[in-house]
């Protein structure tokens, strides 16, 4: 048996024969947290996969982006003891990473698969991005930060791993801003990402257009905003300044209803701005 344990990581077939796996696998030399994928018996599974998993992901699913907290991190994400990297590929699927801790507790980590036939010669929708780990450096499809921003808005139930604080998810809007010039231009591409690929994101377009719905008034012309006003009353009569002292005494209900059809009217064709509460969730 031929075992450089002085090694972190072994694939079958790379630098692990699978005589030398299977005994060094009987012998406890070396343990495998997967199929092909072997790390050495003493070492934790959670700093393995913390260094390794988008090393190993590359290697398992090389048509594959990175998604959610992964493609923000580009790292895995979760508490420890059950760390996650989400990838979106042709098909659903689960691969769980088995392991010890340091107390000898056998653990598992995930690499989550989610459907959502990726086009990589989209770049409004992804990008190529250089990752480091312990081995070196290697490139990754990755979701750009436009689509990131939309998968932050997905109503995930099964994964809450996949979302990132609150306060991530405002230094992304700026990001965006300062990448884009104003919330009003931000806010455009977004939308048009939002309807791109084998899977739009119409639903998470308009959650993120709800939660960043004032950033985004501020840079919208006078013009679109009468227009907006006149879909929920009449302003056929109204001066400018008395447009904008109807906006300022309005009630909070109906202005929010006027500046959600004014930042999301592209996205209105087949659902009413009354539906927007009593959309029904897309569990991912």
């Known amino acids: 048996m031929t075992v450089a344990v002085d090694q972190e990581l072994f694939f079958v077939g790379e630098n692990l024969t699978k005589e030398d796996a299977y005994a060094a696998k009987r012998e406890g030399v070396l343990r495998r947290i997967s199929q092909g994928v072997y790390v050495r018996s003493d070492q934790d599974i959670d700093e393995a996969f913390s260094a390794f998993a988008l090393r190993i992901c590359k290697k398992r699913y090389p048509d594959v982006a990175l998604t959610h907290a992964t493609a923000w991190w580009k790292a895995p994400t979760g508490e420890p003891h059950a760390l996650r990297v ?13 392991g010890v801790n340091r107390a000898g507790e056998l653990e598992e980590a995930y690499i989550v698969q989610t459907a959502v036939w990726p086009d990589f010669t989209d770049p409004m929708m992804y990008e190529r991005v250089t990752i ?4 070196g450096e290697f490139e990754m499809w990755s979701s750009t930060l436009e689509l990131q921003v939309l998968q932050q808005m997905d109503a995930t139930k099964v994964h809450p791993e996949k979302h990132l604080p609150e306060s991530t998810l405002d230094l992304m809007w700026r990001q965006l801003q300062d990448k884009h010039g104003d919330a009003a231009l931000a806010w455009n591409v977004i939308k048009e990402v939002s309807k791109r690929g084998k899977k739009p994101k119409k639903y998470e377009a308009k959650r993120f257009g709800g939660r960043f719905y004032q950033d985004v008034l501020r840079d919208i012309p006078f013009d679109d905003l009468v227009r907006g006003m006149s879909e929920v009353l009449d302003t056929s009569n109204m001066s400018r300044d008395g447009i904008l002292r109807n906006i300022i005494m309005m009630d909070d209900t109906t ?3 006027i500046v959600r059809i004014i930042i999301m009217r592209d996205l209105l064709t087949d659902i009413s701005s009354s539906e927007w509460d009593q959309l029904p969730p897309e569990t991912t």
């Open 132 to 135: 480091s780990d312990p081995k």
């Open 255 to 257: 202005r929010n209803k």
């Open 86 to 98: 989400f990838v979106g590929g042709d098909y659903p699927h689960k691969s769980p990473f088995r």
